[in-house]
C-alpha cells in the first residue's frame, strides 16, 4: 500500500452547482497512506474537490481518483471506503438524535438493512468518543451541544466508523480552542496507530501542520504540492491568501497568517 | 362503558370512524414525524391543494370525455405524486429551504390549474373537486377505510423497515451518500409514500384535520422529546387521543369531530412550547445554581484575592 496513489488528478475541471468554475486544469497526485491537507482561501474549490471524489459532484473534464479508483466508473467502491464528515452547518439539527445515535451512524451506515447495532458498534463508537472526549454525552440530544462540541462527535462518527480513509471537510472551523485541540489530537493518534490515510479539507494549515505529510494548495487550481514546509513559502502564501497574508516562525515552526474565515457554500 | 361499546357494535359509521381514526394515526406518527423533522411541514398543505388540482383534470377528462377511465381519485393521487417529485428533486442536496420553495410553486401550479379547468367542467361536478378537501370522520365509506388502511400500512412498513435510512437521510443526506447510502432513493421513497397517505388521509377526513394531526402533534413532540421513537410514539398518542376526544364531544354536543380533533391536536403543539418555556427556565436557574456551588465560589474568592496584588 505504501506506494498506492492515495488521490491524484488528471486535468480535472469540475462546476460549482450554481454554474460556476469551481476547479480547473487540476492535476496532482499524493501518495498513500498519507495525513493531507487541502488548504486555500474561501471558494477556492477544495470542498468541491472533496465533493467530486465522492461522485457528489461529476467532473466537467479530466478525472479525480482515490486509491487508484475513478470517481465516476468506480463510485461504490469508493463511498465503501471512505468516512466522510461533511461540513457542520449541513448537519440537520431539527431530528432528535442522541450523540450515541450519530456517532453510531458512522457504522450503522455502510451494514445492509435493518443496520441493528451490535455489540462491536457500541463499543467502537464509545471508544470514538472517548478519544474526542465526548463519551460523557453518549445518552445527550445532539442538537443541543455547542458547535465544537457536535464537531467532535462528527469527526467520532468518521473514527467509530470503517474504511481506510477518512475525508473530513472544514472540521476545524468556527470550533473553540479545546474542541480543536482535541479533535487534532485525536485524528494524529488515530493516524499513526492505525493505518489509514486523512484527507482534511481547511482554510487554517496551523493547527495541523506538525501532522500533516502532504499539503495541496488550492485556488480553483492546484497553486501548490508538497510537505507543509515546502509550501509555507512567503510567496506561495501570498499568492493564495493575497498580500496581506504572512509566515511567521515560532519555536522552528512557520505559521501562516492570514485573514481568512473558512467556511463557504456554492449551492 | 359496556354502553359505549354497546354503541360501537351497533354503529357501523362509529367503527369506520375508530378505524380512520387509528390510521390517520399511523400516517401522523410516520409520515407526519418525518416532515417536521425535515420542516417540511408545509407538504402537508401543498400536496392536499395539488390533489385538489388533479381530482379537476380528472373530472374535466371525464366530463369532455377525452379519456372517461381517469378518474378523478387517480388525477388526485398522481398529482400529490408529482408535487413529491419536485420537492425531492429540489432537496436531492439535502437542503430544508430549497423543497420548501418547491412544495409552495407545485402547489401554485395544481391549484390554478384546479381554478383554470373549473371553468370547463359542468358546474354541477365543481362542488366535488371541493370534496377532495372536506371529508369528516364520520363520513367514511368503506372505500376510504379500505383506501386509508393501505396506504397507512405501506407506510408503517416503510417507516419500519427502513428507519434508521430515513432518519439518516433527514439528518444528513450528504454525509450518508458520500459514505453509500442510496440516500435519493430513500428520500423519494419517504416523500412519495408520505405523499399519497396525505392526499388520501385528506380525501377520507378533511384538509384542517390532516394538517392538524400531522403537523402539529409532530411539531409538539419534537419540542420535547430527545430520540425519534419517542417522537413518533407520542405523535401517534397524540393523534389517536385527539381524534377519539374529537369522537366523542361530538357525540354529546353538535360540534364537528374533526374540528374538536384539530383544535385539540393545535394545542397540544401550545401546550408543548409552553412547557419547553418552562423547563428551560428551570435549566437555566439550576445552570446559574451550580455557578455558585463550591468550586465557583472559590474562583470568586481567588480571584478577590488576587485583586490585591494586581499591579494597577
Redesign the interface.
Known sequence: MATESLLSAHDLAVRY?NGEIALHHVTFEVSSPSFMAIIGPNGSGKSTLL?TV?G?LKPLRGSVGLLGLDSVKNQ?RI??L?????QRD???L?????VK??VL??R???KP???VASHEDKKAARSALQQVAMDEFWER?FPELSGGQRQRVLVARALA?EGPVL?LDEPLAGTDVDSQDLIVDALGVYHRENDVSIIMVTHDLNPIHTMVRDVLMLKNTVVGVGTPCDVMDPELVMSLYGPTAKIVEHSGHRYCVTQDSGVDRH? | MIDIILLIIESPFLQRALIGVFMIAIVASTSGSFLVFRGLSFMTSGVAHAALGGAALGLFLQASNIAPWFDPMLGALVFSVFVALVTGHAGETGIGEKMEVAVGVSFALSMSLAVFLMYYIPPVEVPGIWGYLVGDLLLLNNLDIIMLAGTAVLLLIAAILFNKEFVYVSVDMEGSTAQGLNARAYHYLMLITSALAIALATKAVGAILVYAILVAPAAASNELLGSVRSVMIAVFVIAVVSQVAGIAVSLSVRASPSAIAGILAAMSYVVALQIRKMRDRVHIDEELEQLLQPSGIEMLDAAEGRGHTHND
Not at chain 1, 471512505?82 to 461533511?86: A, F, G, K, Q, S
Open positions: 452547482p465533493k465522492l457528489l461504490s463511498r465503501k471512505v468516512r466522510y464528515v461533511p449541513r448537519i440537520e431539527n431530528v432528535p438524535m442522541k445515535d450519530i451512524m458512522g450503522l451506515v455502510k438493512p435493518p443496520r440530544p466508523g475525508m449551492d
